[in-house]
């Protein structure tokens, strides 16, 4: 298996723009996760989604951020408008049955915006 | 909720030599996973290993081991004969049976040659 897949690897995109992150999971996972990484806040989960359907966004920080799951082997995490403090390295992350076993992450996206 | 502590911001460890890396964890619930994972360089997260709370045996992995103590919500990793790919960011997290994922702040462990 090719494990988990993301794209674009480096997204450098001035404010106010849209940005699409897109996450292709590891086939027959179906818990998708998706993570921020910052030096001040570290990681964080934004998002997961279990069997396509999201169980907990209390982690997306604001409007301007959404994600969706329109089937088994693909994920989009989508920021509009997007603003500099939204810079940051995006995971998402693939298992089976939810958090209780191995996460297999992916080599993710780092997004600058200007 | 959920919350994992890891008081040590960085450490450093000579190769061949044994470090242990501090873990606590916050929950209420009595089914729930630990897990350490490994950041090197390349920014890629490896898992290192896992524990299942209701296990008491402690989780080995060739070198890894932990010390799991229920009780102190202590999840400690020792890597033994530390070797210099050993050199990364390593994040102890804690899952709750339905609830959320939680990563602690990470401890930066460089091995010294």
């Known amino acids: 298996d090719a494990g988990v897949i993301q794209s674009p690897r480096h997204e450098v995109t001035e404010m106010g723009q849209e940005v699409t992150l897109r996450c292709k999971p590891i086939s027959g996972h179906n818990s998708l996760f998706w993570y921020r990484q910052t030096m001040m806040r570290g990681l964080e989960l934004l998002i997961y989604f279990n069997n396509n359907v999201p169980i907990d966004d209390s982690g997306m920080p604001e409007d301007r951020f959404s994600a969706k799951m329109p089937n088994a082997s693909f994920s989009t995490l989508k920021i509009q408008p997007s603003e500099p403090r939204d810079s940051a390295v995006y995971f998402c992350?693939?298992?089976?049955?939810?958090?209780?076993?191995?996460?297999?992450f992916g080599p993710g996206t780092r997004l600058t915006v200007t | 909720a959920q919350t994992v502590t890891q008081s040590q911001p960085e450490m450093s460890v000579q190769e061949a030599e044994t470090v242990t890396l501090s873990c606590t964890y916050d929950?209420?619930?009595?089914?729930?996973?630990l897990f350490w994972y490994k950041q090197p360089p390349s920014r890629q997260m490896i898992l290192v290993i896992r524990?299942?709370?209701?296990?008491?045996q402690n989780a080995t992995e060739n070198r890894f081991s932990v010390n799991f103590q229920k009780a102190a919500k202590s999840f400690s990793l020792k890597i033994s004969d530390s070797q210099l790919g050993d050199t990364a960011m390593y994040f102890c997290a804690s899952y709750n049976y339905g609830q959320n994922f939680v990563f602690g702040p990470g401890t930066r462990l460089s091995v010294l040659p």
């Open positions: 992350a693939s298992s089976h049955r939810q958090g209780a076993n191995e996460q297999y």
């Open positions: 524990q299942e709370a209701y296990k008491q």
């Open positions: 929950t209420s619930e009595s089914n729930y996973y």
